[in-house]
């Protein structure tokens, strides 16, 4: 089992900047890649950012791209989001997401309890 755990969510303004952390513990060398999901209220989970092993290929969401920025550190089991020009329509719960196989089993999927990221216009 991998565990993760979200911080950084809070209360910005518009055209403002945040910066989420996600710290995975637990069986973390079967990591595979690492990421950021969102939901805002009345709308299903999208993709927004996810960086595989070795931070060496970065994928974004269409809505994100340019603005925010993820990144990694294996020596702290980290991720993290870097969040710029923030839009009202960026308001939800961000959850780290983290993608883990063992050999060639079945890839698991684990999710953070999210933060919430209110972005005020």
């Known amino acids: 089992q991998v565990q993760l755990e979200e911080s950084g969510g809070g209360l910005v303004q518009d055209g403002g900047s945040l910066s989420l952390s996600c710290t995975a513990s637990?069986?973390?060398?079967?990591?595979?890649?690492l990421g950021w999901f969102r939901q805002a209220p009345g709308k299903e989970r999208e993709f927004v950012a996810a960086v595989s092993i070795g931070g060496v290929r970065n994928n974004y969401g269409e809505s994100v791209k340019g603005r925010f920025t993820i990144s990694r550190d294996n020596t702290k089991n980290s991720v993290y989001l870097q969040m710029n020009r923030l839009k009202s329509e960026d308001t939800a719960v961000y959850y780290c997401?983290?993608?883990?196989?063992?050999?060639?089993?079945?890839?698991?999927?684990?999710w953070g309890q999210g933060t919430q990221v209110t972005v005020s216009s």
């Open positions: 637990g069986r973390t060398s079967e990591i595979q890649a």
């Open positions: 997401a983290a993608e883990g196989r063992v050999g060639i089993g079945p890839r698991q999927h684990y």
